[in-house]
């Protein structure tokens, strides 16, 4: 009973470490410009299909015998043109997060230097990025281990802003109708809420009770909800109409030096290690599927986005409202086609099978499409 439940605590904090990430420190801005009621559905609303969405994808690994990851489940059920658009959409995703982790590498070693050394995140940025590619060329592994250790201590900060932000909560702040841009918030929350990567390994970690799996993933998603809605609601509350893209820097004023250089020294050991294993990741794909050497796999995972960065793709909250609206769509439209097909030709009988109205799953593809639209259109 004590393993089960070992197992349990180690998948559910697997889901919830790979949710939790760097579409936290976006939150607050793109709910504000997006208005606070209308942002708070947002989150709310689509924190519930994610929970669906990652459900789905849970029944389709327990209808499957072999193990796969979305793009193989993709193939063998969809076939090869599924197989291509998601490989492209993950290849767009990868981008887009690894031009993030540049912005926020950048500003979160200048939080940590810039009174000290130089004060630039730009500089900082191109600092972390030849680090970062330097390590991959060399394929270092040893930060995959550590990684969910330093997101537990990302959570940890958030945890601890909460708490001394608590008492600094202005309700002025919550009385703004502010609508920029009406669509920022859903392409960032979904950014922030993606999780099925994680899903796959929920089956390996409890192989010896998979009717866990299920219980999991809806706490997994759930708790990453609750602490995202506390985040945004005691931030937005603190500094209002001065909430920054990147969260931090508009708390510098309420909170003092000290939060902030805690905040950004946990922020960027954890985007840091979620850069290195991700780009790494990347790059053994392009030496072992498309069989490219590793000096042309390396330039093709760091040195392109790389590029895009320098070419001014350098707006934080943009890039995830858009990769987010475009790659979450893309995913969660997939999971629901594999899902209607799996329910047909899976050769295994599942743990759990959800029974959801035709009208409702079609629905969900419809919120996608149009999400995806919106979000290239506003952004």
Same mark, same amino acid.
């Given at each position: ?190 950014? !922030? *809420?993606? +999780? /099925? %990567? ?15 799996? @299920? #219980? ?104 995830? !409202? *858009?990769? +987010? /609206? %475009? ?15 799996? @329910? #047909? ?35």
């Amino acid at each position: 009973m004590k393993m089960k439940n070992k197992n349990f605590y180690f998948a559910l904090s697997t889901l919830i470490g790979t949710i939790i990430g760097a579409g936290i420190f976006g939150l607050p801005y793109a709910i504000y410009q997006s208005g606070i009621f209308l942002g708070l559905v947002y989150l709310l609303v689509l924190g519930l299909i994610m929970i669906i969405i990652h459900l789905l994808y849970g029944e389709i690994i327990l209808r499957t015998k072999e193990t796969h990851r979305l793009i193989g489940y993709a193939e063998k059920y969809l076939g090869q043109t599924a197989k291509t658009i998601l490989t492209l959409s993950a290849l767009f995703g990868f981008y887009g997060a690894f031009i993030v982790y540049l912005i926020l590498g950048g500003e979160f070693l200048n939080n940590i230097f810039g009174n000290v050394f130089v004060n630039s995140p730009s500089f900082y940025g191109l600092i972390f990025f030849s680090a970062g590619a330097i390590l991959v060329y060399f394929g270092l592994r040893a930060v995959s281990e550590s990684e969910l250790t330093l997101t537990s201590l990302l959570i940890v900060t958030v945890i601890l802003i909460l708490f001394f932000g608590l008492t600094k909560v202005d309700l002025n702040n919550y009385q703004s109708i502010k609508l920029t841009n009406p669509f920022l918030a859903y392409g960032v929350i979904l950014f !922030a *809420l993606g +999780g /099925a %990567v994680a899903i796959p390994e929920l089956k390996s970690i409890l192989k010896n009770n998979k009717k866990l799996i @299920k #219980k999991t993933i809806i706490w997994g998603t759930l708790i990453p909800l609750v602490i995202y809605l506390l985040f945004v609601l005691v931030i937005i509350g603190i500094t209002g109409s001065a909430t920054s893209p990147e969260t931090l820097g508009g708390l510098k004023e309420k909170l003092g030096d000290g939060i902030i250089l805690l905040g950004s020294i946990f922020g960027f050991l954890a985007i840091v290690t979620t850069f290195l294993v991700s780009t790494l990741y990347v790059k053994e794909t392009f030496i072992y599927d498309y069989k490219f050497t590793n000096l042309t796999a390396w330039f093709l995972a760091c040195f392109v986005p790389f590029l895009f960065f320098l070419a001014g793709f350098a707006n934080f909250i943009k890039i995830i !409202a *858009l990769v +987010g /609206a %475009v790659m979450g769509g893309i995913d969660g439209i997939a999971i629901i086609m594999i899902y209607l097909k799996a @329910k #047909k030709q899976g050769d295994k009988k599942p743990e759990y099978s959800l029974k959801l109205p035709k009208v409702f799953i079609y629905s969900l593809i419809g919120i996608f499409l149009l999400g995806i639209f919106c979000s290239i259109v506003y952004n």
